[in-house]
């Protein structure tokens, strides 16, 4: 009895060890979202994979402007004082606190206080994940040791936020709060990511007891109560509970994603039908995700579908030509996007949800219309919410003619939009890069580095894209290795591709829209070189064919028309909804283009010596110069025309 008793603690004592061991391994577990199976979790995808994402930590992005704008975002998260973000926290646990507290969505008065440092968490831990730095992950622990100090202060079942928990209470009540499950979303995703990029145990202890708590504060809800309060917007809970339940195995975790099932608006998804008009956008979008997120860990059909299904709508009825959706942040009735061209288009935090929703339907199937929307919605979305001068952030792209971006402030506004984008430009190397048992997805032209430990391999990908219509890959590998490089054909590079291999041409037998797949045995050093030409394109409304967005190539361009009548300094503003748009747009805005169904080459032309910059010609009252929609920052501008 005493030997067994010896072998048994033992035994244990390797397995707490070995667990440390883990732990300690500098990880990006980002897999356990996205389908890549990680020894820290408890619970393995329930599907099979056509893609599978690479870890965070294997990509390095080289310079460009998603390098610039992830370390713009990075200086803003390094700088900001921890004292000031977790100042309402300390308050709401009765807790000593003389920091001076952010204004905007994170002021003492504001119910969704606390959201932010959620996200600053998935900032900070996903930051670290693609640069390696230290910095990251040490402002990260610091955030979370308070919130543990907190959670222990406050001793109410593992409850903890910024705000009391009367909050809840009223939401459950039917009574009106401003989404405190929203925000208990954020701080629960954010202690995950701090586990799963960082491996904080910490981290996972106070989510563990969230969730907990939660679980027992929803299990004696009937089902009846439990819609009611999801009337209120809830966020991804679901997801993150499903998240959570990958890791713990805990079925408490599962339940309490399943506590957040919206049939009102999930069952007609369900039986394919589109009801969205009208609907609260992101409120809807983090719903999906969570079902995507349910059926990689559970295989339930019914949530595949319901994914797919929204996906397609979205993409098909209710998306503008720079990927983003919603209209005064609501869907509107389908195919009517000319009809809704407004200073309030196109909500920054829908695209950003979006873009993870199309990771995890990529990774199913790895059908490359996924790809091709990310690339579209990443370059003229997501790229383009981020002011090149300050690092600050927009909360809606606005297309109505004559209107221009605002941005954030550094300490008064926080919005939703905010937050989303500390994670966003964090995340760049998140999408490039994939690979499935034998070989290499490449979906995006970014300068890049992936190393595939696994197997040996690494690429580095050189690209000044899409300044220029070619990128160059080259393979470095441990020995000569055989694998398929599948390499993204877009949709819009209708002109043909034209590829090669240390320099010798390869046929392409596919069409855009697809895959060019090389399978052939590397050596370390070759190169390949792969070119689309790129054209312009005109992208109507889906329900005007005279409104019109125009590209080059994935570059969505904008109408440069000065600053007449802007305020100076630069537009910021700490108001969401941003009083500057109440000011008239000037008479000399033109958004009518008098074509006479020439072809667009023959009005449109290029501006010699300066990439990606058109010129119209004699088609309007002046000579209209068009750049980059990411490039355009603090001028007046126009995305859709009216063409005669």
Not at 103 to 108: D, S
Not at 315 to 321: F, V
Not at 365 to 387: C, F, G, P, R, S
Not at 485 to 495: D, N
Request: hydrophobic share 35%; glycine share 6%; aromatic share 12%.
């Amino acid at each position: 009895m005493r030997n067994s008793i010896f072998s048994w603690h033992r035994f244990r004592c390797l397995c707490e060890y070995f667990c440390l061991f883990l732990l300690l391994i500098p990880i990006s577990v980002r897999s356990q979202y996205m389908g890549q199976y990680s020894p820290l979790n408890q619970v393995p995808y329930k599907i099979s994979p056509g893609a599978v994402s690479f870890n965070l930590q294997d990509v390095r992005l080289l310079d460009s402007r998603f390098k610039a704008n992830m370390e713009r975002n990075g200086k803003w998260l390094l700088d900001m004082d921890v004292k000031r973000l977790m100042h309402n926290w300390r308050v709401n646990a009765g807790m000593f606190s003389q920091a001076k507290p952010f204004g905007g969505w994170e002021a003492l008065d504001c119910e969704l206080r606390g959201h932010s440092a959620g996200h600053v968490l998935s900032g900070l831990a996903e930051m670290f994940a693609s640069t390696g730095n230290q910095s990251y992950k040490s402002k990260g622990d610091s955030i979370v040791a308070i919130m543990d100090e907190c959670q222990r202060t406050l001793n109410q079942g593992g409850y903890l936020s910024a705000f009391p928990q009367n909050l809840v209470d009223r939401c459950i009540a039917g009574q009106r709060v401003w989404a405190p499950w929203y925000t208990l979303h954020k701080i629960l995703a954010g202690l995950t990511d701090m586990y799963s990029y960082t491996a904080n145990k910490q981290a996972l202890e106070v989510a563990t007891k969230m969730s907990e708590w939660a679980y027992h504060k929803l299990r004696p809800l009937t089902p009846d109560q439990l819609a009611v309060m999801m009337k209120n917007e809830f966020g991804g809970m679901a997801e993150t509970a499903y998240n959570l339940y990958a890791i713990t195995g805990n079925q408490h975790d599962r339940e309490l994603a399943e506590m957040f099932f919206d049939h009102k608006v999930l069952d007609p998804l369900a039986n394919k039908t589109d009801k969205l008009a009208k609907l609260h956008a992101n409120t809807q979008i983090p719903k999906i995700i969570g079902e995507a997120r349910g059926y990689e860990l559970t295989g339930n059909e019914e949530q595949k579908e319901i994914a797919s299904f929204f996906w397609q709508t979205v993409i098909d009825h209710h998306t503008y030509a720079n990927g983003g959706n919603s209209d005064n942040e609501h869907f509107f009735a389908p195919d009517k996007l000319s009809e809704h061209l407004s200073s309030c288009t196109t909500e920054t935090c829908n695209t950003y949800n979006m873009l993870k929703l199309t990771r995890h339907l990529f990774t199913w199937t790895a059908d490359v219309k996924y790809a091709d929307y990310y690339e579209q919605a990443l370059y003229n979305h997501i790229l383009a919410a981020q002011d090149p001068n300050t690092g600050m952030t927009s909360y809606f792209m606005p297309l109505k003619p004559g209107l221009f971006k605002v941005f954030s402030s550094a300490d008064n506004s926080f919005w939703c939009c905010v937050g989303t984008a500390f994670e966003g430009n964090a995340k760049f190397g998140e999408a490039i890069y994939y690979h499935d048992d034998r070989g290499i997805f490449v979906n995006l032209f970014i300068p890049s580095e992936l190393n595939w430990k696994e197997k040996g391999i690494r690429i580095v990908q050189q690209t000044s894209y899409p300044e220029e219509p070619t990128t160059r890959l080259k393979v470095q590998t441990e020995a000569a290795s055989k694998f398929p490089l599948h390499i993204r054909y877009p949709a819009w590079a209708t002109k043909g591709a034209v590829v090669k291999v240390n320099g010798k041409g390869i046929r392409v037998n596919v069409k855009s829209g697809s895959y060019i797949v090389l399978d052939r045995t590397w050596k370390s050093g070759d190169l390949v070189e792969v070119t689309y030409p790129m054209e312009l394109r005109l992208v109507p409304a889906n329900d005007n064919p005279n409104k019109v967005a125009i590209a080059y190539g994935p570059v969505l361009l904008a109408g440069r028309l000065g600053k007449e009548g802007l305020r100076k300094p630069a537009p910021y503003t700490t108001d969401e909804q941003n009083e500057y748009y109440k000011d008239s747009i000037p008479a000399s805005v033109i958004s009518n283009l008098d074509v006479r169904a020439k072809k667009i080459a023959d009005w449109l032309k290029p501006v010699p010596g300066q990439p990606l910059v058109f010129q119209t010609k004699g088609v309007s009252g002046r000579d209209i110069t068009l750049i980059p929609y990411y490039q355009l920052n603090d001028e007046r501008y126009v995305v859709y025309w009216d063409l005669k």
